[in-house]
């Protein structure tokens, strides 16, 4: 069965700092997308990031990047320049196949507070 | 010019009531999802349309029944409500042929069964 693991419940960190959120996943597959979303209080499920698991270079959106380790099967994501609007609950997403086969897997989320 | 709309955004209910989650969307995307959010914030795939035809049915009673009129909706029927079916419900579509495979996400519909 393919999983997905975030083994921080809750991270905290001050405003302008830099932060790493981990994500472990299982599968057998060799062709899958990664996905971080971020839930703020607002409850609306938002897009931070995303990787292909046939590119080798790390996405980077802004002030999120990525650290995909495709053999140890991890995806950490970094947030560098902490705002208080980054304070939210962030979700690891796995997808093998697309579209019309393709589910969302969530880990159980990390909750993030920004302190000013 | 929202893209994924849910109604309602709060539904409060008895056990053992019937009632329904609309979703739309004007995104022109072909596949479209629900997925679960418990109390503890887990999130679940339930069902997944593409093209108005069933292609994913995790292990969900029964008692709920997707149901897609065209390629933009897809509606949650859940009957006999029990306390349990307390969550929020998220709708989402994805365009099957965009290599991004992005699922957008509705604002999601808190339902609590009293």
């Known amino acids: 069965a393919q999983t997905v693991t975030q083994s921080q419940p809750e991270m905290s960190v001050q405003e302008a700092e830099t932060v790493t959120l981990s994500c472990t996943y299982d599968t057998s597959e060799s062709n899958y997308y990664l996905f971080w979303y971020k839930q703020p209080p607002s409850r609306q499920m938002i897009l931070v990031i995303r990787q292909e698991a046939y590119k080798q270079q790390n996405a980077t959106e802004n002030r999120f990047s990525v650290n995909f380790q495709k053999a140890a099967k991890s995806f950490s994501l970094k947030i560098s320049d902490s705002q208080l609007g980054d304070t939210a609950m962030y979700f690891c997403?796995?997808?093998?196949?697309?579209?019309?086969?393709?589910?969302?897997?969530f880990g159980k989320g990390t909750k993030l507070s920004v302190k000013p | 010019d929202t893209a994924v709309s849910q109604t309602p955004k709060y539904l409060v209910t008895q056990m053992g009531n019937d009632k329904s989650i609309k979703c739309e969307q004007n995104?022109?995307?072909?596949?479209m999802y629900w997925y679960k959010q418990d109390s503890k914030k887990f999130l679940k795939i339930m069902f997944s349309?593409?093209?108005?035809?069933?292609?994913i049915n995790e292990t969900v009673p029964n008692r709920f029944s997707p149901k897609s009129p065209d390629k933009a909706h897809l509606n949650l029927h859940i009957n006999s409500l029990e306390l349990g079916d307390s969550a929020v419900y998220f709708c989402?579509?994805?365009?099957?042929?965009?290599?991004?495979?992005?699922?957008?996400f509705g604002p999601g519909t808190r339902l609590t069964v009293t």
């Open positions: 349309y593409n093209n108005k035809e069933l292609i």
């Open positions: 989402a579509s994805s365009q099957e042929l965009l290599a991004s495979y992005e699922q957008y």
């Open positions: 995104l022109g995307h072909d596949t």
């Open positions: 997403a796995f997808m093998t196949g697309g579209g019309s086969q393709g589910n969302l897997i």
